[in-house]
């Protein structure tokens, strides 16, 4: 199992930029398929952002594509979204998850993090 807690969220004016970092526990971190995800107020969770197990994979949703950067460290057990050009619509808790292979269902999850982008 693997424990997820996200960080780096905040209040930031549209155009700003967020770096958010989630650590996980345990020692298998590199063996996970890992996560973001977003769920604005009254909205469903979203797909953001994911990376292969040893980074050299990445996907990202549409609306952030060009804007938003997922990386990770595997030996500091640590997946990063960078948040560039944010805009008021990108507004929602951030969380973050992990998955093994080949499950595509995401099993563990953050418990969020809140980005706020003002207009």
């Known amino acids: 199992q693997v424990q997820l807690v996200e960080s780096g969220g905040g209040l930031v004016q549209a155009g700003g930029s967020l770096r958010l970092s989630c650590s996980a526990s345990?020692?298998?971190?590199?063996?996970?398929?890992m996560g973001w995800f977003r769920q604005a107020p009254g909205k469903e969770r979203e797909f953001v952002a994911t990376?292969?197990?040893?980074?050299?994979?990445?996907a990202y949703d549409d609306s952030v594509k060009g804007r938003f950067t997922i990386s990770r460290d595997n030996a500091k057990n640590t997946v990063y979204l960078q948040l560039n050009s944010l805009k008021p619509e990108d507004t929602a808790v951030y969380y973050c998850a992990a998955r093994t292979v080949p499950s595509s269902r995401y099993n563990y999850w953050g418990q969020g993090t809140q980005v706020t982008v003002s207009s």
């Open positions: 990376i292969s197990r040893n980074g050299d994979t990445t």
């Open positions: 345990g020692r298998t971190f590199s063996a996970y398929v």
